[in-house]
């Protein structure tokens, strides 16, 4: 991992601690319009407009003060969102229980099904569909994203 990234990186958790968020992801990436770093946050009950503006603020100064990127970039700083990317292991462990919608490849093949991560262990994952199990390994996972659904209230008067 690249030094820079693991300056940003701790950088970073350590704001969101004091923020009283958690850091979910970071993405660097060179744009058209120039170096972007994207923080992505976590919270339980959900990370508010607030918590994304005052991390902003902190990381902003913190790079600065750091010159941890010469030269330009755009700080984007937002919520992992409802439908958040699975990456790495602490992601998944993170959605244990949830929907989630998992694509993988064996043997030249592509399968996609969505199900309830049951268990992440230490080379793949458990995903319940219906009342199967089906494990994926790690190696095999092309993509993974949690998955809203939008629940019935039945209202009461």
Same mark, same amino acid.
């Given at each position: 991992m690249d030094k +820079?990234?693991? &300056? $940003?990186?701790?950088? %970073? !958790? /350590? #704001?969101?601690?004091?923020?009283?968020? %958690?850091?979910y992801d970071i993405e660097v990436k060179n744009t058209r319009k120039g170096m972007v770093v994207a923080v992505f946050l976590t919270k339980i009950n959900g990370v508010k407009v607030d918590d994304c503006a005052r991390v902003s603020r902190s990381i &902003?100064? &913190?790079?600065?003060?750091? /010159? =941890?990127?010469?030269? @330009?970039?755009? =700080?984007?700083? @937002?919520?992992?969102? $409802?439908?958040?990317? =699975? !990456? =790495? !292991?602490? +992601?998944f462990v993170s959605a #244990?229980?949830?929907l989630i919608?998992?694509?993988?490849?064996?043997d030249d093949k592509t399968?996609? +099904? /969505?199900? #309830? $991560?049951?268990?992440v262990r230490e080379d793949d994952i458990v995903l319940r569909v219906d009342e199967e199990q089906m494990n994926i390994p790690y190696k095999e996972i092309r993509k993974a994203k949690t998955v809203f659904e939008m629940k019935k209230c039945n209202k009461s008067q």
């Open positions: +820079h990234f693991q &300056e $940003l990186e701790s950088l %970073a !958790k /350590d #704001i969101c601690q004091k923020e009283g968020v %958690a850091l &902003e100064q &913190e790079l600065d003060r750091v /010159d =941890l990127f010469p030269g @330009s970039y755009f =700080l984007e700083v @937002s919520s992992a969102g $409802l439908e958040r990317p =699975l !990456k =790495l !292991k602490k +992601h #244990i229980n949830e919608r998992v694509t993988w490849k064996t399968f996609s +099904h /969505d199900g #309830i $991560l049951a268990e």
